[in-house]
């Protein structure tokens, strides 16, 4: 039985290998990326059995995407929709250190999810439901999963985790924010960015920010900073946690990785201060390599990563 479940649009991810503009790539690489998926092999990989559920197409990028999740481990439902197409993501590396996506998207299978994708008894079951914004944004029957998803946790006593991961490229700011910050007044735990908190009460501060979403009942907000690390409000204290130093290659993920290093410790148990350790370590981690969940951690490699440096693995 799953103890963590989530839902969302999973897609081919097909990204530039060299450096420089998609106009002149010769050599691609595939593979998959999707929010909620790269949460849920991230917290597989951290020993939490996982559950993810998404619609794909009935093309081989959909039985890419069901064979890759499951072959991390996950418990994978995917509907297979014979009606549109799986959707499509490019990464560009414009330079070294700054990465471009696009989004082949719109019509596609998984943004067409529907409440009646999401089976009796999975969410009831599970300790905790991950749900992020993006599936807010996909379409109106994605939203009325989502919104479904979060009513059945909150009746079954399952735990909710919300990221806003607001997308530009799938509605205003005007029009995501007030959609947003409804859904995040229905979770327990909040994640954002600056930016992303902002969109939810404009020219509020983050502890204003924090405090609205407490009144609404929600616990925590968790702050992702980038390189600058992270922070979480609580009614009683604020905790901060530096990042750690790592050679970025690609950040696109690290916000993922992030949510399943702090998810799986809220689950163990561990302190505020202990799951953000362990948060940033895996957001550092998932900054080393190109793939959007590839180079997120397990337990063991964290350890590597806080223990003494310059020891040799042997
Ligand atoms: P995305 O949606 O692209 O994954 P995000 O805005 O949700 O990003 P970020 O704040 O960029 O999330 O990153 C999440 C976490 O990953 C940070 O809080 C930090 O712990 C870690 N992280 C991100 N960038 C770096 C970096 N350059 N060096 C070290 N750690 C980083």
């Known amino acids: 039985?799953?103890?963590?479940?989530?839902?969302?649009?999973?897609?081919?991810?097909?990204?530039?290998?060299e450096i420089g503009s998609l106009r002149h790539a010769g050599a691609l690489a595939l593979g998959i990326g999707g929010a909620e998926s790269n949460v849920a092999i991230g917290l597989r990989r951290l020993g939490v059995d996982v559950s993810w559920l998404g619609r794909v197409g009935d093309d081989p990028l959909g039985e890419r995407v069901a064979r890759e999740i499951r072959a991390e481990g996950v418990d994978v439902r995917c509907p297979v929709d014979a009606d549109a197409p799986t959707g499509l993501m490019l990464k560009e590396r414009t330079t070294a250190s700054a990465t471009a996506v696009l989004y082949y998207r719109a019509g596609s299978a998984g943004s067409r999810l529907a409440p009646e994708d999401i089976p009796p008894g999975w969410i009831e079951e599970a300790s905790?439901?991950?749900?992020s914004g993006i599936t807010a944004l996909l379409s109106d029957s994605a939203r009325s999963a989502l919104s479904a998803a979060i009513d059945r946790a909150a009746a079954a006593g399952t735990t909710i985790a919300?990221?806003?991961n607001f997308r530009s490229s799938l509605a205003p700011a005007g029009e995501a924010g007030p959609v947003l910050r409804d859904l995040a007044e229905r979770a327990?735990?909040?994640?954002?960015?600056a930016e992303e908190i902002g969109l939810l009460h404009p020219g509020a501060d983050v502890e204003d920010a924090a405090a609205r979403l407490r009144a609404a009942g929600g616990s925590e907000l968790v702050l992702k900073r980038g390189s600058d690390g992270a922070a979480v409000f609580r009614a009683d204290r604020v905790v901060e946690a530096p990042a750690l130093r790592v050679?970025?290659?690609d950040t696109v993920g690290a916000g993922d990785a992030f949510v399943a290093g702090y998810l799986s410790g809220l689950l163990e148990g561990l302190s505020v201060s202990e799951r953000l350790v362990r948060?940033?370590?895996?957001?550092?981690m998932a900054c080393t390599g190109p793939g959007d969940w590839e180079s997120s951690p397990t337990l063991r490699d964290i350890a590597r990563l806080l223990?003494?440096?310059?020891?040799p693995v042997r």
């Open 307 to 311: 223990g003494p440096e310059g020891d």
């Open 279 to 284: 948060a940033n370590a895996c957001g550092a």
């Open 162 to 164: 919300f990221d806003v």
């Open 128 to 131: 905790l439901l991950h749900v």
């Open 188 to 193: 327990d735990v909040v994640f954002g960015n």
């Open 1 to 17: 039985r799953p103890r963590v479940v989530t839902l969302g649009e999973t897609m081919a991810l097909v990204r530039a290998t």
């Open 247 to 249: 050679d970025a290659v």
